[in-house]
């Protein structure tokens, strides 16, 4: 079995009680950081080489390192908990299954940032497990472990669940301040960056529930112990959910530097295609993240095993890679039609677009719209290039990375799939049906 | 009449408050707009609105502006169990449509609207995080998962006997994850 840094202890029943929580030696973290100082925690979890496992994967012991400390304003620690990126549903599995581990990690982070007061930025929809987290936030404060004075220690917390009310935006984490703030999701210009300026001006350090989650392990046995797992510069365990046209979907913690291909195939992860269909495509990183067919993502453009780490799964660029991003890992057998499900992606951004910024908050509509008519037989052949030109136009021209996450899995689609946009244009007879099949021959795959 | 929260909701909103920091109650106001739609009609009414803008000591547009840009908040009057299904990619790739026409079928209304008997509005929705159990649908805080016709039949059986209600999930509808793995 591989090892379980984050789901240990998933399957004790009652789990996300306190006693069984605790008996379990869960909270140990706390009594252990109580008696280091702030910055070694910070030291350790620099040393772990941990990376935001939201989905930028910037050092999480860095974002920490920034955060202005010579400030008198109090400074504040900011669960993001708003899970929406289509494909991602490990932070739910996690809270809901091991709640108390996100409220241990809170505790901890929260003493090492010398912040008295944090909030978990709950999606609204996720109204259950919020109400879960409250439960056991009520149970870590009778027990000591929140409050006044935790454990005699003189540190005190007090930590908030906050739901949101359905908004993808507000995952950005200057969107989720603003949010947080009782405002609409607008992402914030930057700088200044949340460090030195975030909720009510406080500086402030925002980190999703996984990267909080791990850093009790992180503690309780060193940030060198955690840097041996994984490769290279991916280290840890990674919660991969997997969803599609696979035989077994789930949330799967993994150890950074699993093949692809294993990660597919094994019976302890996806359990190979479904139906006896063959693999197509992946989204392997959450919507936002290009496409890759069958071919690439199994291996690198040189002809490398493709491995489940940072650095594999952006190897070749976006010409021939891709990213772990969120590790939503989306598979899709010969079955399915790209166009449409790139059609799809597009509604979803044009949908989740807060406005601010034209290039996306236009550019995402025009995208649905042309994808939309190629996908049921309206489409010209000028359209295709009229897409990539407008994906050129969003990226990099907006306050915040939803442009890019809109324009990069249609560019990729046409990067990689190009042959079967122009079956739509040169065959509407056929793509008008809605159940239409498109087999690709992957030898025409412009590379 | 004007809106009017109830006294328990009312020393709930200042318990609310007291979560966020001097001055800074208007982070309450989603949390406030939460409770206003469960308890002050389904709906956000420009009245419901104002009152809500009244508790927090805010100008109303700061609530209209905020009420308009989050999806979970209706602001037309919707049936008393709103069917959102997921539409997004991983749903999509096995089978949402299917399931909405199936619902707009069985209850005999287009998307948005209301069946006759008030009960029922189906909407369509983005991703909820929940596509290792696709397709699925949320009907009040209840993740109804690995929707096949026939579940959906039984859901709403159950939600017309009212045994499956909005906001006190029954387990037998799985509303907690499935172990990984598990088909339906």
Not at chain 2, 114 to 132: M, W, Y
Request: net charge negative; charged share 20%.
């Amino acid at each position: 079995m591989p090892r379980q840094l984050l789901l240990e202890n998933q399957d004790v029943p009652n789990i996300h009680q306190f006693d069984v929580y605790r008996q379990l030696g869960g909270y140990t973290s706390v009594e252990r950081a109580l008696n280091m100082q702030p910055l070694d925690i910070v030291e350790e979890v620099k040393k772990s080489g941990i990376r935001g496992r939201g989905g930028a994967g910037f050092s999480t012991g860095m974002k920490w390192s920034f955060l202005d400390r010579k400030s008198e304003k109090p400074r504040y620690l900011v669960c993001n908990a708003d899970e929406s990126e289509p494909g991602t549903f490990k932070d739910r599995y996690l809270m809901e299954k091991i709640p108390h581990r996100l409220i241990e990690g809170m505790i901890v982070s929260s003493y090492a940032l010398g912040a008295n007061r944090a909030y978990i930025y709950i999606r609204g929809e996720l109204m259950w497990i919020a109400k879960r987290l409250e439960r056991a936030i009520g149970e870590a404060k009778e027990a000591g472990l929140l409050g006044e004075n935790i454990l005699g220690s003189g540190f005190s917390l007090d930590l908030v669940v906050h739901p949101g009310a359905g908004a993808y935006i507000c995952g950005e984490e200057s969107a989720l301040l603003e949010s947080l703030e009782g405002k609409r999701g607008y992402p914030r210009l930057k700088p200044p960056f949340p460090a030195i300026s975030g909720l009510y001006g406080c500086p402030t350090v925002i980190n999703n529930v996984e990267s909080i989650s791990s850093v009790p392990w992180i503690i309780n046995h060193g940030g060198d112990e955690y840097a041996k797992i994984g490769v290279e510069k991916s280290t840890g365990t990674k919660l991969i959910s997997a969803s599609g046209h696979i035989n077994r979907p789930g949330v799967y913690e993994i150890e950074l530097g699993l093949p692809v291909e294993e990660f597919i195939y094994s019976d302890i992860y996806c359990g190979g295609i479904a139906n006896g269909r063959t693999l197509k495509a992946v989204v392997a990183g959450g919507s936002s993240v290009p496409i890759l067919p069958a071919d690439l993502i199994l291996k690198t453009a040189s002809g490398a095993p493709r491995l489940m780490t940072y650095e594999s799964l952006s190897d070749g660029g976006f010409q021939t890679g891709t990213m772990l991003g969120s590790g939503g890992f989306i598979v899709m057998d010969d079955t399915t039609c790209i166009v449409r499900n790139t059609w799809n992606f597009a509604r979803f951004y044009h949908h989740e677009s807060c406005g601010q910024c034209s290039p996306c908050r236009e550019g995402t509509g025009w995208m649905e719209k042309v994808l939309h008519r190629i996908e049921n037989g309206h489409g010209t052949q000028k359209d295709i290039d009229l897409l990539v030109d407008i994906t050129k136009k969003i990226e990099g021209k907006t306050i915040c990375a939803l442009g890019d996450a809109a324009a990069w899995p249609v560019a990729s689609a046409i990067r990689h799939f190009r042959h079967e946009f122009e079956y739509h244009v040169s065959h509407p007879d056929k793509v008008s049906d809605p159940n239409h099949v498109y087999q690709p021959n992957l030898s025409q795959r412009t590379a | 009449m004007s809106p009017q929260f109830s006294p328990s909701t009312l020393a709930n909103i200042e318990t609310l408050k007291r979560r966020y920091p001097d001055g800074q109650s208007k982070s309450a106001l989603l949390p406030i707009l939460h409770m206003a739609q469960g308890e002050l009609g389904g709906h956000l009414s420009r009245e419901v609105m104002d009152y809500v803008a009244s508790i927090l000591n805010i100008q109303p547009i700061e609530v209209y502006e905020v009420a308009t840009f989050y999806t979970m908040f209706h602001l037309q009057p919707t049936g008393k169990y709103i069917l959102e299904v997921c539409r997004t990619g991983p749903c999509s790739l096995v089978g949402a449509e299917k399931i909405i026409e199936y619902l707009k079928q069985k209850l005999g209304v287009e998307l948005n609207q209301i069946t006759p008997d008030g009960l029922f509005t189906i909407k369509e929705v983005e991703c909820l995080a929940s596509c290792g159990s696709a397709p699925m649908l949320q009907v009040g805080e209840c993740y109804v998962e690995h929707l096949t016709e026939a579940k959906v039949d039984e859901m709403l059986a159950a939600l017309k006997a009212g045994s499956l209600s909005g906001h006190e999930p029954n387990p037998k509808h799985s509303i907690l994850f499935r172990t990984r793995g598990e088909t339906a």
